[in-house]
């Protein structure tokens, strides 16, 4: 056989036949398009994060680009504005809520600040939000005292729900607030109220309300009087008395006590003078009365 | 004979699975062009087993993706000669079919033209008692067929059974659910040089492909340029190749004979070049741009330049007239059609109701063959081009593609052969004691 080295073969040679027919074969053109690429990067990746310091610079270098966006000024806080509070609540607020400023806003948890703000018994509800040109924002609603509590360890004020808004020095700081006493009182400021309500024509007698026993009310007026209500059902009773007063004027009367805990059987407490003066009276009549005869 | 059965059968199961795959290279290994188509198999009547041949003659079910020819080298004759060379040449068209259908095959179907083929009739008769003819009948009456002595060195590559009769009734086609007594079939065995098989098996397998498949091309070219009507009445195709003419005769859509004569295209062009002391390639080219077997008076005056690389100025300035070119074309091509006629006669087709004889093959381009060959093979002759199927590249159209084209049919709807059938049960030694025991019966 005579060599034909100055013609080229045209035919394939074996290995370029096998590889024209591997790169013809579905699974390895997948392999080659998908498989190879995606395995080479991960390989690459594993190679160069394999090493603990490359890792570590690649977290502390994330972290740094993280801090320099966060410290950017447009997200920097600067001053906390409290908006709805009186002066005392709003330096409450600021000592529990302690922030330096200035801060970047992504470090602010304002549920956090929210919650701590509500912690306050005075504030009834806060919204905390950031408004633009770095404040920190906290919209307080405050709580409106409703009584005065005379509780075991000094004056406290109630709003109408019966939660503590702040303690009291003095009963005639805040006059125009009616006075509840007895254990407790706090629970019941509601009743409170509306027997207050109904006390409207006796309002300048009225001294206080004092809780009997955890379980109903006494009306103190001055003069030493008390009306003694029922537990249940305190509102009408007390409109009976006031209906009393107002008919007879039973209160102006040197009356000690009005009990009406028994609804069906009002019961009157005379004073001394009065029970000897009523008693004197009566032996007068009789003894008018039986001279007559 | 189990051993080539068992081949046999192990390349239909291959090629139902290549199709199951849906790719199959075919390959037809010529003395001077090796061919491969590349088919898929996707169409409508895929996997379809109907009786017969579905839609388009049962084309619908595949298309040509890629086909590529390349020049021949190692196959002399049409048979294998120098292994390497032919495997660099199955590797050169494979690989630039691939490149057109761009995908990759991993079965092929070959055809093969040499190999000294032989056509054995065979006859085998069975008695069936009554009883509807079943499937298995069907295979015992196939193993019944005495198979004659065809030496060593062979191997079976065909054995279709053509012909079945049933009692006294001939010429079934399928004698399946028919009752009768006595079943006798006639089977065409092909037989071809074993050690042809072995080394395009080898060469196949060289190139990382399966064999699927493997039929002589004489057959191939058969069933691509004989119309039906010529399968069905008697035909002869005549496959004028390079190196091999190969003849296979039709008879009711069957293959009944097949032969070679081991004349082709390439003893004409080697004649030129003796003749006209020209080299190879220029005699070939020669004979395909001027070449023709009919002279005429114009054909005197019709000077061909031969040309030459030798320095001799009038060596390299030499022409010749057509007519003397003619003169040497025109034995060699009546030898060869002498030869065809010779195998037709001893085939016995003379006693064919039709006498068609169809030219198909590279070589049967030669013009004026038309007028040559009814001198030679009788007034019924014709020039064959292979059927037109789907995706085939205008390139390959050509006469010289028939064998090809065949293939494709055949990978499509392969003719039940002899190892389509089971293997006959009464070989067990239950079944035999039972008919005993009935002889017994019968007998006593």
């Not at chain 2, 290549?18 to 037809?28: C, E, Y």
């Amino acid at each position: 056989m005579r060599s034909l080295s100055r013609l080229r073969d045209p035919a394939p040679s074996r290995s370029a036949y096998k590889m024209q027919r591997l790169m013809l074969t579905p699974m390895f053109r997948f392999f080659l398009r998908i498989g190879l690429p995606v395995g080479s990067v991960l390989i690459a990746v594993a190679i160069y994060f394999g090493d603990a310091d490359r890792r570590e610079a690649l977290v502390s270098g994330v972290a740094d680009i993280r801090r320099q966006i966060e410290e950017r000024p447009e997200f920097m806080v600067n001053l906390m504005a409290i908006e709805g509070a009186s002066a005392e609540v709003a330096e409450d607020i600021r000592e529990i809520v302690p922030i330096d400023f200035p801060v970047s806003s992504f470090d602010l948890d304002l549920e956090q600040i929210r919650l701590r703000a509500e912690e306050i018994d005075a504030v009834a509800g806060a919204g905390v939000r950031v408004r633009a040109g770095g404040v920190l924002e906290i919209e307080v609603k405050e709580r409106q005292p409703a009584v005065v509590w005379r509780a075991r360890d000094g004056l406290e004020l109630l709003d109408a729900g019966g939660h503590r808004v702040a303690a009291l020095a003095y009963r005639a700081d805040r006059p125009d607030l009616p006075l509840l006493a007895g254990a407790g009182a706090h629970k019941a400021v509601g009743e409170a109220l509306s027997l207050l309500a109904v006390s409207e024509p006796l309002a300048p007698r009225i001294r206080g309300l004092l809780r009997v026993g955890e379980r109903r009310w006494d009306v103190v007026l001055d003069r030493g009087q008390r009306i003694l209500l029922p537990e249940t059902d305190p509102g009408p009773a007390l409109e009976r008395v006031i209906a009393l007063d107002q008919a007879r004027n039973l209160l102006a009367r040197d009356l000690a006590v009005v009990d009406m805990r028994n609804p069906e059987r009002p019961t009157l407490r005379m004073n001394q003078t009065a029970a000897e003066t009523f008693r004197d009276s009566k032996f007068q009549d009789m003894t008018t009365k039986m001279s007559d005869r | 004979m189990t051993d080539l059965y068992q081949r046999q059968r192990a390349m239909r199961a291959m090629r139902s699975a290549a199709i199951q795959r849906g790719v199959v290279a075919i390959l037809d290994i010529g003395s001077s062009k090796v061919a491969c188509l590349i088919l898929r198999f996707d169409g409508p009547d895929r996997l379809t087993e109907t009786d017969g041949i579905g839609s388009l003659a049962g084309q619908s079910s595949f298309r040509v993706i890629g086909a590529a020819t390349t020049r021949s080298r190692g196959v002399r004759l049409g048979e294998i000669d120098a292994m390497a060379e032919t495997e660099r040449a199955i590797r050169t068209a494979v690989q630039a079919a691939q490149k057109m259908a761009l995908v990759r095959v991993d079965h092929a179907i070959a055809c093969i033209s040499g190999g000294a083929p032989r056509s054995y009739g065979l006859a085998g008769q069975i008695e069936i008692d009554d009883a509807p003819v079943s499937e298995m009948d069907v295979a015992r009456v196939l193993a019944a067929c005495d198979v004659p002595d065809y030496g060593d060195a062979r191997e079976i590559l065909h054995a279709q059974p053509v012909n079945f009769a049933l009692d006294h009734r001939t010429g079934l086609g399928d004698p399946r659910g028919q009752i009768g007594q006595r079943l006798a079939c006639d089977m065409h065995m092909l037989t071809i040089d074993s050690a042809l098989i072995q080394n395009l098996l080898y060469c196949i397998k060289r190139c990382d492909l399966e064999l699927a498949g493997v039929a002589s091309s004489a057959y191939a070219s058969g069933i691509a340029s004989l119309v039906e009507d010529e399968q069905e009445l008697g035909s002869a195709c005549v496959d004028m190749g390079g190196g091999a003419t190969g003849v296979s005769i039709f008879m009711k859509k069957h293959m009944i004979y097949a032969d070679t004569v081991r004349l082709g295209g390439d003893h004409v062009s080697m004649d030129i070049s003796k003749g006209l002391q020209i080299p190879l390639n220029t005699a070939e080219r020669i004979k395909t741009f001027h070449g023709g077997v009919v002279a005429t008076g114009m054909d005197d005056r019709d000077m061909i330049e031969l040309g030459g690389q030798t320095g001799d100025w009038d060596h390299d300035r030499r022409s010749v007239s057509r007519a003397e070119l003619i003169g040497i074309i025109r034995p060699r091509v009546e030898e060869l059609l002498e030869d065809v006629r010779t195998r037709l006669d001893a085939a016995g087709f003379e006693h064919l109701p039709s006498q068609q004889i169809v030219l198909t093959g590279g070589a049967s381009q030669m013009p004026g063959l038309d007028v040559l060959a009814p001198k030679i093979l009788g007034q019924q002759v014709r020039i064959g081009r292979p059927l037109r199927v789907q995706g085939l590249p205008q390139a390959v159209t050509g006469p010289a593609f028939s064998s090809a084209v065949g293939l494709c049919l055949f990978a499509a709807h392969p003719q039940d052969e002899w190892w389509d059938f089971e293997i006959p049960t009464d070989r067990h030694a239950g079944k035999s004691l039972r008919r005993a025991v009935k002889w017994f019966k019968d007998n006593w």
